[in-house]
């Protein structure tokens, strides 16, 4: 079965819209998504020298962002509304997506986490609201936010980083295809067309 | 009729991929399309307080572009030699472009300069360059580039950069449709679309 990795960081809102339109569109495809879960603050310092989002940092970059990821959920008819705090620390959601991985209700884990925080405006860094999507996902909340803070999820998710750093990666989403890298949303049907071909 | 600002940077990868795209698809669509040569430079050291590409200064984007744009060009069908300069200096060009704004044969001729730099590894920078471009374009060589050496050129492309930077541009290829920026050439069926709703 043609494959696709999705690269992606919780607190990126271009990752928001891709997660809103990668099952889908694999599935239609017959290419199978394996979602990976990363660190882009390590990248960005180390690729650019910066401490917060290019989006705080730049802000003309940032106005635009706002307007457009606003504008893409609109055109994907998917929720949205601008979180009061960004960005949001997806350290937590990460590694317990390392600690469950390759476990079938994850994805649609992903997802809810995603919504809470770009169209619940919830702190997906607070591990009561860890626990709650958990929850709502059927899973053993606190077991899980144990296994996630376990120094082998935490390396899991160190090594999962330095793996993102090896392949070239230096934002989110982006989608590896047979060795081809491509950044962005807006190049995710380039990536199943690539994956298909 | 529906109206498009194609702004772009001779120097720009990117635009030279929306250069070789936005006619047909606009046409196609009942769009009218202005281009607009303006200057990254300033935008970038203003912004981003680099002096360089920023391809160059953060070579991780750098490599990831010239793949990209590579595989880009093969999925639109055109011409591509990775140009032995980059970034080359499109000042003369974007001059050329303000003195003879509005003049017919002006987006032919701008699709044979991007051609020049990232088709045929020409250095575009070259006066005597830009003239071939020129009488290629039937014009009368000469007198253009002193024209486009004049003050009022020289003024209008700064009045041209100026404007970039008021309207949030931060980036090439841009387009403008009724207030409203998209970012990069894998947006321009999008801006086309934003045009005709």
Redesign the interface.
């Known amino acids: 079965m043609p494959h696709l990795d999705f690269w992606f960081d919780f607190a990126s809102t271009y990752s928001y819209v891709a997660a809103g339109r990668v099952g889908e569109l694999a599935s239609r495809a017959g290419v199978q998504a394996a979602w990976k879960p990363f660190l882009l603050g390590p990248i960005f310092t180390e690729?650019?020298g910066i401490k917060d989002s290019p989006f705080n940092v730049?802000p003309?970059?940032g106005?635009?962002m706002w307007?457009?990821v606003e504008?893409l959920c609109e055109?994907y008819g998917l929720p949205w509304r601008r979180p009061s705090a960004f960005p949001r620390n997806g350290l937590l959601a990460a590694r317990v997506g390392c600690a469950a991985a390759g476990e079938p209700w994850v994805p649609g884990f992903f997802r809810a986490v995603f919504r809470a925080n770009f169209a619940e405006d919830r702190d997906i860094a607070d591990p009561a609201v860890m626990k709650a999507l958990l929850e709502s996902a059927g899973q053993d909340a606190a077991a899980l936010v144990a296994r996630a803070s376990s120094p082998e999820a935490k390396q899991a998710l160190r090594d999962r980083t330095a793996e993102a750093a090896r392949l070239?990666l230096?934002?989110a989403p982006s989608f590896v295809v047979a060795g081809?890298?491509?950044?962005?949303q807006?190049?995710l049907d380039?990536a199943i067309a690539w994956a298909t071909r």
């Open positions: 690729q650019q730049y003309v970059r106005r635009y307007r457009d504008r055109k070239g230096f934002g081809e890298l491509f950044f962005g807006d190049r380039d």
